[in-house]
């Protein structure tokens, strides 16, 4: 139940070429990020939500999966995970510019609000840990077809109080099923700490309780996170049952952009947060291991800006939903 | 085409459909060993296995959340909820998530599933307040579900296996009422009610009776006392709540001119008001009376001694005055 230490770079069995990838994928969920609230501020996208400070989580636990073949059931903080399954910039700012070409719903949900039927990623509501009870059917199902496929489920700590969630891991444990909960814990579920959440300093201390094992891992080590989760989903797919896993996080951003966290938590809080950011440790790890070398940082940003500047500008471009569509596909039969 | 019960009409469709779709699994709380609190399920575990037919931790949430889990990835759930009372908890599950995932993700995922629970009261002892209620209403609000209600053995068969081949979420409630206080013959044979269309089950030129569920037992028999007297009663089984049959209702009224409808569910923001408004909005000049309604009181459920359940439940005494009436007027 301990946080696991951090390894050397290169522990994890990933190849260089692969732990350039990972950050690419960080960085690009940043910059992604990024963009969206710019576009909130400018009055452009109406609301936005960050996931800013979960990047080494999602993209520690996206590499832990077999992309179009295992399923991920994920929360609204997972534009970087999303990227790592197949979605692509355009995506989500076709979602922030409330486009007719939003991939996610068609610009009738909020941003954030994930789907991709190609790349396995289930549409999720805003009600909180309901998705938790869907992950465990979508992994009966696999057991009930005998297919070794893998569901992870993305939560905040917050979600761990609903009853939604103990009665999905109470499931997921009684039938053994191939699923992984991952609790993305950024300790504040909007201005709520944890300590007003739960008694317990970890979520994973509840994990015998279930009847599964809990592994809790510095959710800002993006290469301890993929360890955990190549492990966690190598008990599932073999049959071994579900994990819970907890990544413990930083929030850099406020809980959206209708709320602002200065009000409710402290400028030193605010301010040691930010020498944990994840993507820095990583870079400067890389760099300290010549994994990255001169200028690789520099010129992977600018081929994620360039990527992200061309998704916009279809964005831009791209028409709203036209009114006579909002009656459409409320049955399937329509 | 043998006679059976309400219930064994529910457990044979439930069963042949399991035979020949293997995507059709059941789940809830007993449904298993025991074969459901009613006998729904029985023989289904002991047939196919406690991976198809899975008793389920008592957790009405789990029981919806996880059939939507399972529908997402491709199979045809069937979640039971033993009495339709215990439905809340999943409320969040039902419409918050099934009946929004094909909305809100612009036709990309859909929720192929049927949700069973037993309803109202009849049974030699009703209830009470928590094994009894009417709860239709709250999810006939709802874009996205079906909800179904049938009356008789041979509907409940044709319309379970439209719901079972629904390609969204049916809100499936069977009057436990009539599981066993009727037989009817039933086809062995495979056919399919139609969701959405409701049956005259008694013609009439005077009076238009729009109800469902067992009370449409007694709907007909108030009928039979007024045709005593030459007042000819048309009595429409609704059969779904969610859509309603609009042409069937607004047909039926134009002809007849007077409307009652009839529920066992409270009154007050019922299906029968929908229906009320709906005969109000298009019937208008065809109406030769109040639209009139009966249904039950303002209390919250039917209580426990006879006495006060009396209070309560309509039956046929109750609908023939409401029928004198409004013949009167």
């Known amino acids: 139940m301990a946080l696991t230490e951090s390894p050397p770079v290169g522990a994890a069995g990933l190849t260089r070429d692969r732990l350039r990838e990972m950050y ?18 400018q009055g452009r996208a109406p609301f936005a939500i960050s996931g800013q400070g979960h990047e080494a989580a999602q993209v520690g636990v996206g590499y832990a999966l077999r992309r179009d073949y295992d399923w991920i059931v994920p929360y609204y903080r997972d534009i970087t995970l999303v990227l790592v399954m197949g979605m692509e910039p355009r995506d989500q700012l076709m979602a922030a510019l409330a486009k007719a070409g939003d991939p996610n719903s068609g610009a009738r949900q909020m941003p954030s609000h994930f789907s991709s039927r190609e790349h396995n990623i289930v549409s999720g509501g805003s009600p909180v840990a309901t998705q938790i009870l869907h992950a465990v059917g979508v992994a009966q199902a696999f057991k009930y077809r005998r297919e070794d496929r893998v569901v992870v489920v993305t939560v905040g700590e917050g979600g761990t109080s609903e009853g939604d969630w103990h009665e999905g891991l109470n499931w997921a444990a009684i039938h053994r099923l191939p699923v992984v909960f991952l609790v993305e814990n950024n300790a504040f579920a909007i201005s709520v700490p944890q300590s007003l959440q739960m008694a317990v300093e970890h979520v994973t201390e509840r994990a015998a309780g279930y009847g599964m094992p809990g592994v809790s891992v510095d959710g800002g080590d993006v290469l301890a996170v993929y360890r955990a989760a190549v492990e966690a989903v190598e008990r599932a797919r073999t049959g071994g049952g579900p994990t819970l896993l907890e990544a413990e996080c930083v929030r850099l951003q406020s809980h959206s952009s209708d709320d602002d966290q200065r009000r409710y938590r402290a400028a030193e809080d605010l301010d040691s947060m930010r020498l944990h950011d994840p993507l820095e440790r990583f870079r400067a790890d890389l760099e300290s291991s010549s994994i990255l070398a001169d200028g690789d940082a520099d010129q992977i940003r600018l081929e994620c800006q360039r990527l992200i500047d061309t998704a916009q500008e279809e964005a831009d471009q791209a028409p709203v939903p036209d009114p006579a569509t909002a009656l459409l596909h409320v049955y399937g039969d329509d | 085409m043998p006679e059976i019960t309400y219930v064994e009409a529910v457990q044979t469709t439930l069963r042949d459909e399991m035979r020949r779709d293997d995507r059709v699994v059941v789940m809830g709380e007993d449904v298993g060993v025991k074969g459901g609190v009613f ?4 023989g289904l575990f002991q047939e196919f296995g406690g991976e198809r037919v899975i008793d389920s931790p008592l957790a009405e949430a789990s029981i919806v959340g996880v059939a939507i889990g399972m529908a997402l990835a491709g199979l045809r759930p069937v979640a039971e909820i033993q009495f339709l009372d215990f439905i809340p908890p999943a409320m969040d599950q039902l419409i918050s998530e099934a009946a929004k995932i094909r909305y809100r993700s612009n036709n ?19 209830g009470a307040l928590y094994h009894s209620q009417m709860l239709e209403a709250l999810f006939a609000h709802v874009p996205g579900l079906k909800v179904v209600l049938p009356s008789t053995p041979y509907d409940a068969k044709g319309l379970l296996l439209s719901a079972l081949r629904d390609p969204d979420p049916v809100c499936f409630f069977e009057h436990k009422g009539l599981y066993r206080s009727m037989r009817q013959d039933v086809p062995e044979e495979e056919y399919l009610v139609p969701i959405g269309k409701g049956q005259v089950v008694r013609p009439g030129r005077d009076i238009s009776c729009f109800t469902y569920g067992a009370t449409v037992h007694e709907a007909v028999a108030a009928a039979e006392k007024l045709a005593a007297d030459k007042i000819e009663v048309e009595v429409v089984d609704l059969r779904t709540v969610r859509p309603l049959d609009r042409e069937l209702i607004v047909e039926s009224a134009r002809r007849t001119g007077k409307v009652l409808v009839a529920h066992e569910a409270n009154l007050a923001g019922g299906v029968g008001a929908e229906a009320a408004a709906l005969v109000a909005e298009e019937c208008f000049d065809a109406l030769d009376g109040p639209v009139m309604r009966i249904g039950g009181p303002e209390i919250p459920a039917i209580p426990f001694a006879e006495s006060l359940a009396e209070v309560y439940c309509l039956g046929p005494e109750k ?4 029928l004198r009436e409004l013949a009167a007027y």
């Open chain 2, 319 to 322: 609908i023939e005055r409401k």
């Open chain 1, 24 to 41: 690419r994928y960080m960085l690009l969920g940043r910059l992604l990020d990024q963009r969206v609230l710019v576009l909130n501020r």
């Open chain 2, 108 to 126: 990309g995922w859909s929720c192929p599933m049927v949700v069973r629970a037993p309803c109202g009261g009849g049974v030699h002892v009703h």
């Open chain 2, 39 to 42: 006998g729904a399920t029985a």
